[in-house]
């Protein structure tokens, strides 16, 4: 991917905010690949990133600066992301390539990965490939190196139209189900482990939306009433993540 692709803020274009709203609505989608990514031996993807909303104030301007700019090595934990910055600012002063940052969902304005010639996500790339003629769309994606199909059409997980069940449930969740029933068999601390910030096993699966680990979890003991150090809990997250398949199992 290009490193220096930099988008800024269209205060008077709605199809570009309604392209972040898009964006932090099905945030969930990325990070759930990204969480299994993770714990994959072999990576699967080519590319990860989040496009975030970047902001500085200057002394006699009525408006700040505004650059939208792309992070990976991308973290989540139900209500902050972080990542690493890989690109360098054209004005903002305040921030600077490689540097680490912590942002609100609410800040994020795009997302993207790609696997198998295949892209997911990347909504404001979409929208203003829509505008471009065709030689200029294709000279946009080799920049990129990637192949960002049909405009008209955005996919948010992978295999999405051969098997839309994968919008509800990720196939590693349900792939892995015996070999995590067998691991907290044999390290059964791991069901109430929490770690520095008071995060259990049972929040970390709902925040990825993977719903068997949790009915496992559940089924093994998990407490679903335990709460992290900022007061959420598993509960707390699926609702406000959207994840509805799992809301009715920790609400029961």
Known sequence: MTENTIFYFEADNPEMIKAFHKAQETFRYFWRELSWEYRRI????????????????VAHQTTPIVEHMWINEVEFDGDTISGVLINDPNELTNIKNGDFVEVPLSQISDWLFSTQGNTYGGFTIQLLRST????ERKEY???????FGDYHDI??????????????????SINMKERLIEFLKEHPEEITNHDEAGYTLLHRETVSGNKSSVEILLQ????????????KTALDFAKQLGWEHIVPLLEN
């Open 141 to 147: 994606d080799e920049a990129w190196g990637l192949d």
């Open 220 to 231: 093994l003991g998990a407490d679903k009433n335990i709460k992290t150090g900022k007061g």
């Open 132 to 135: 471009m003629e065709e030689q």
């Open 42 to 57: 072999v990576p699967a993807l080519d590319v990860a990133c989040v496009k975030v909303a970047f902001m500085e104030h």
């Open 155 to 172: 996919l948010l997980v992978y295999e999405q139209k051969e098997y839309p069940e994968h919008l509800i449930e990720h196939p590693m």
